[in-house]
């Protein structure tokens, strides 16, 4: 399995509370993604990471933002969460962002925001 | 972004081959088809990829067409492990933008 790692697991919080998840890999891949999945809308990206410092918009990115600081740590951050924002979260990673590339996953971040 | 569309559910037998499309009209001709798959309470893990030709691995078979503009991954055996949603998406083979759409996939139910 790639070295992906996602914490929290689970996390319940407040709307209006400031909420960071974390993704930590040990693969060295130059790729990170943020994705959350709800019922009847597979799977959507938030934001992705190119590299150190480098960051881009997906599809669903209102009222989240991202930091990449290391190679090895992407965080997605809720700034002002909302109950909207109640979702599971996976981080993906892929070694150069290429087409013939795997992508892989982590486990997930269970968030409810009350 | 290129789109993929794909039946909302199938069923299956267990140890009946079972065929999964994905109709994908608007593909590149530089993108690859990937087929993901998701167990209950898991992150989506990699199943299969191609380009143009047919490929098989350990865990499945990648029928593409001749135009490209659809495909079919093959479990040759399903088993009730296999119970999963079923992802197929486009990646652009230079990457760049990387606005990978997934889609609600097919979630695949194996009868014992």
């Known amino acids: 399995d790639a070295g992906i790692t996602q914490s929290p697991r689970h996390k319940v919080t407040e709307t209006g509370t400031p909420v960071t998840l974390r993704c930590h890999q040990t693969e060295n891949h130059r790729y990170m993604y943020w994705y959350r999945q709800d019922p009847g809308h597979g799977l959507r990206l938030i934001h992705y990471s190119y590299g150190v410092k480098d960051t881009d918009k997906g599809e669903v990115s209102d009222g989240y933002s991202v930091s990449r600081s290391k190679t090895e740590d992407f965080l997605l951050t809720l700034e002002s969460a909302t109950s909207s924002q109640t979702s599971v979260y996976f981080c993906?990673?892929?070694?150069?962002?290429?087409?013939?590339?795997?992508?892989?996953f982590g486990s997930g971040t269970q968030l409810s925001v009350l | 972004d290129a789109k993929t569309t794909q039946p909302n559910s199938m069923e299956s037998n267990e140890e009946e081959p079972v065929h999964l499309p994905c109709n994908h009209s608007?593909?590149?001709?530089?993108?690859?088809i990937h087929w993901y798959r998701q167990l209950p309470s898991q992150g989506p893990e990699y199943v299969i990829h191609?380009?143009?030709s047919n490929v098989n691995n350990r865990m499945a078979s990648l029928a593409i067409a001749e135009d490209r503009k659809s495909s079919t991954l093959i479990l040759h055996r399903a088993t009730l492990r296999d119970a999963a949603v079923y992802y197929c998406i486009l990646r652009e083979s230079q990457g760049g933008s990387e606005k990978l759409v997934f889609g609600k996939g097919t979630k695949l139910t194996v009868n014992p």
């Open positions: 191609g380009l143009t």
């Open positions: 993906a990673i892929s070694d150069l962002g290429l087409g013939g590339e795997k992508l892989f």
């Open positions: 608007t593909i590149s001709g530089t993108d690859y």
